[in-house]
């Protein structure tokens, strides 16, 4: 779903975008704070307040915290750590139906959603690859991988700890590298084709043309970049953690369309398309927001408490909203009307 205006961008973010040029340049930390001479990244959920009130809905357990959250259909997968495992579950209004358990790496990554229905899971040695009916296959032998997507034609994607984008055919054999980023901490791939990847220890975001050797267009994404997510086709939204704001961008190339204030250290970000809106999450408040982007602005539209320590967030194809705690608290889930927007 494209932005419908675009009346305000952030130019300061949209003058720092640069060009990383072939391998054996200084490095992206390197260019960018030379720049702007401030030390700015490496964002991390902040502690939430010690009490939660979650407003309406179901709150159901899990076993232990929760650090992700995938919704595919009506069905959504819980990345838990008690032991490390995706709990899948069909979801029915506020109702949690559990259906199956994948055991995880215990050094699994997050889990994200590939394009192709399926969900995959980093680790030490290469990629979980699980079916939304809980299926499961490793593809091993990879060395460490830090993110992991799947393109538009089927290749594997996979982030390495040095700052790489590894293009990979499907089974997962290499063909081909990009370099120039410090860290792979995300790689979302649009419904285009378009590739970004992000960087949170220097806080970048950046275009991945997986026939050259690097990295960009890139972005310095707000102050402290927290997490991804996808809004409509060619739209991804950022939490700025540490500056307190929303940025959307367009992708193909990456570019900077909308940065606004939000509630205190905004981590988990999930579009709405039932809704049409954004929602996010506040580990500093304990609450969610919906934010709507059609004016270009951003203009919240509901603010929900939620369960403590919010630090994952999905919305499933009807509706319900998902808030996982990765402080023991379980999962919220509900199902938000929304006011309609003054005129």
């Known amino acids: 779903m494209p932005l419908r205006a675009h009346r305000r961008t952030a130019v300061a973010a949209a003058v720092l975008c640069l060009v990383v040029g072939l391998a054996g340049c200084a490095s992206t930390t390197g260019q960018l704070e030379d720049y702007t001479g401030i030390e700015q990244g490496n964002a991390s959920p902040a502690s939430a307040p010690s009490t939660a009130d979650p407003e309406g809905g179901e709150v159901v357990p899990a076993p232990g915290s929760v650090s992700a959250l995938v919704a595919v259909g009506d069905r959504v997968l819980a990345q838990v750590d008690g032991p490390p495992a995706l709990e899948i579950a069909r979801v029915e209004g506020t109702r949690w139906i559990p259906e199956a358990t994948v055991e995880l790496p215990a050094d699994a990554g997050t889990a994200t959603a590939a394009l192709d229905g399926t969900v995959l899971v980093p680790y030490g040695d290469g990629v979980v690859v699980v079916s939304p009916d809980g299926d499961s296959r490793e593809i091993a032998g990879l060395g460490p991988v830090t993110a992991a997507a799947?393109?538009?034609?089927?290749?594997?994607?996979?982030?390495?700890?040095?700052?790489?984008?590894?293009?990979?055919?499907?089974?997962?054999?290499?063909?081909?590298r990009v370099r120039g980023l410090t860290s792979v901490d995300r790689i979302s791939v649009a419904r285009d084709g378009s590739v970004t990847a992000f960087s949170r220890p220097d806080t970048v975001i950046a275009s991945i043309d997986l026939d050259e050797s690097g990295a960009g267009p890139l972005l310095r994404a707000g102050r402290g970049a927290g997490?991804?997510?996808?809004?409509?086709?060619?739209?991804?939204?950022?939490?700025?953690?540490?500056?307190?704001?929303?940025?959307?961008?367009?992708?193909?190339?990456?570019?900077?369309?909308?940065?606004?204030?939000?509630?205190?250290a905004p981590w988990a970000v999930a579009g709405d398309p039932t809704r049409d809106v954004v929602w996010v999450t506040s580990t500093g408040t304990n609450t969610i927001q919906a934010y709507d982007l059609g004016d270009g602005t951003g203009v919240r539209r509901a603010e929900i408490a939620t369960v403590r320590q919010p630090d994952s967030l999905v919305v499933t194809e009807s509706g319900t909203v998902v808030v996982g705690s990765a402080d023991g608290a379980g999962l919220h889930l509900v199902r938000p009307e929304l006011p309609e927007p003054s005129s």
């Open 150 to 176: 799947v393109t538009t034609d089927g290749r594997l994607l996979t982030g390495a700890p040095g700052g790489e984008v590894v293009v990979r055919d499907s089974d997962g054999a290499e063909q081909h």
């Open 227 to 264: 997490m991804l997510g996808e809004y409509g086709d060619v739209t991804i939204v950022a939490s700025d953690t540490v500056g307190d704001t929303l940025l959307v961008y367009s992708t193909s190339p990456i570019r900077l369309h909308q940065q606004f204030p939000v509630a205190a």
